[in-house]
Every structure is written in structure tokens, then in C-alpha cells.
């Protein structure tokens, strides 16, 4: 597709499990961002991504939350030992050099 | 801290009328602002977007005015449409290299009644 793809669309997971959520950008794109978007809240920023590298993971919330792009296209943002509080709709996003962010439709992280 | 705000959740408009959503921002250092309209169960679409070296940017239906001496935006969508109908984000960034790390408001859901 020509859009950014996220897979799976929907997770639900116990509590402490590890969850592993998967980011297709935009073919050519070389920015890739992950958000984290709570209820009734608009996306904060977790991490950016310029080709493979983490350019910028201020927004990591802590040492739980890992992502990674070892071939500068498809990332996978990693959860380990999850908590209620993850529960969100994680969005990717991706950009040409000073482009306009595209959004993937978000995967619903559910941790009960 | 909230450096981005809608204090708006939400606005209704008759078809045909004007809708403006209001955004304030906090930070000096963003220079650029965009908004994006997010309909349920899918990602935020990019909207239009200003930067602050621009007082106003028109496309179509939808306009964004920057008053940068009161850190204040809004978008102008006129006529509105039914369609319209949506979550309507203000973000806003500061040039960091080529980065566009976005910071976000909490939304304004916009109904267009026909």
C-alpha cells in the first residue's frame, strides 16, 4: 500500500507480558516517528528515528519501552513487562526530509 | 506543562456556517504549526499547515491565521460540511535539523449539523 501500515491493529495482553508492535512506512520515507496517543488526549511524541538511528528517544517514558530500525524502513517499537498504564492507541508516522508527517491508523495497545 | 492547548473538547456548527477552532501555544521556539483531523479508528491526517513566518495560509475550504505576538492559532473551515465532522488536532514544532518531532493538543471534535 502507499500509506504507513501498523500491524497488528489491535493488542490485548496481560500485564506483564512483552508486546512487540510493527511500524511499514511510507517507501522512501527516511523519518519515522512513534506516538503514544491516551484516551482523550491528542499523540505524545516517544521516539524519532533519520534512517536507522534513534535521533531522539526523549519521549520514552523508561527503560520498558524500546524501538528499533535496523534497516532504515519497517520499525518495531518493544514493550517489555507491561503495565495497565500502556494501554493506548500507538500511532506511527513517517516524512520525506522536511516533509509532512503521514500517520498509520494506530494500533490499540489493550493490557488487562 | 502543556505547551500546545485546545481548551475547546468540542464545537458544533450548522452546515454552511464558519467553524474556527482555537489552539494556544506556550513555547517561543516553535516556529511551524499544522493541523491534522483524525476520524475514529484512524490515524491523524495532515490538514494544513503555517509557518511563523506567514500570518495566514488559505487551501480550499480551510485557513489557519498565526498571531505569534499572543501565541495563538485557529483554523477557519468555511462552508462546513457534514463531512467535516472529526477530531481536529493543532500541533506545532521548532526546526531541530530536519526534524519535525510534533507537539500535540488535546483535540476539539467538531460536529457539522446538516
Known amino acids: 500500500g502507499a500509506g504507513v501500515s501498523q500491524t497488528p491493529s489491535n493488542k490485548v495482553t496481560e500485564k506483564g507480558k512483552y508486546v512487540e508492535l510493527r511500524c511499514d512506512p511510507i517507501s522512501g520515507h527516511t523519518a519515522l516517528y512513534w506516538y503514544r496517543q491516551s484516551l482523550g488526549q491528542g499523540p505524545e511524541f516517544l521516539i524519532y528515528f533519520q534512517g536507522t538511528g534513534a535521533a531522539d528517544d526523549s519521549g520514552l517514558p523508561n527503560d520498558r519501552f524500546f524501538a528499533v530500525r535496523p534497516e532504515g524502513s519497517v520499525s518495531t517499537l518493544k514493550i517489555q513487562r507491561t503495565e495497565r498504564g500502556d494501554s493506548a492507541v500507538y500511532l506511527c508516522a513517517s516524512s520525506s526530509v522536511d516533509g509532512e508527517a503521514f500517520f498509520g491508523q494506530g494500533t490499540r495497545l489493550t493490557v488487562v | 506543562d502543556q505547551q500546545v492547548k485546545q481548551n475547546s473538547p468540542s464545537l458544533s456548527v450548522q452546515e454552511g456556517r464558519i467553524s474556527i477552532l482555537n489552539c494556544d501555544y506556550t513555547?517561543?521556539?516553535?516556529?511551524?504549526f499544522l493541523w491534522y483531523k483524525k476520524y475514529p479508528a484512524e490515524g491523524p491526517t495532515f490538514l494544513i499547515s503555517?509557518?511563523?513566518?506567514?500570518d495566514k495560509n488559505e487551501d480550499g475550504r480551510f485557513t489557519v491565521f498565526l498571531n505569534k505576538s499572543a501565541k495563538h492559532l485557529s483554523l477557519h473551515i468555511v462552508p462546513s460540511q457534514p463531512g467535516d465532522s472529526a477530531v481536529y488536532f493543532c500541533a506545532a514544532s521548532s526546526r531541530s535539523g530536519s526534524a519535525r518531532q510534533l507537539t500535540f493538543g488535546s483535540g476539539t471534535q467538531l460536529t457539522v449539523l446538516p
Open positions: 513555547n517561543s521556539m516553535f516556529d511551524y
Open positions: 503555517i509557518s511563523s513566518i506567514k
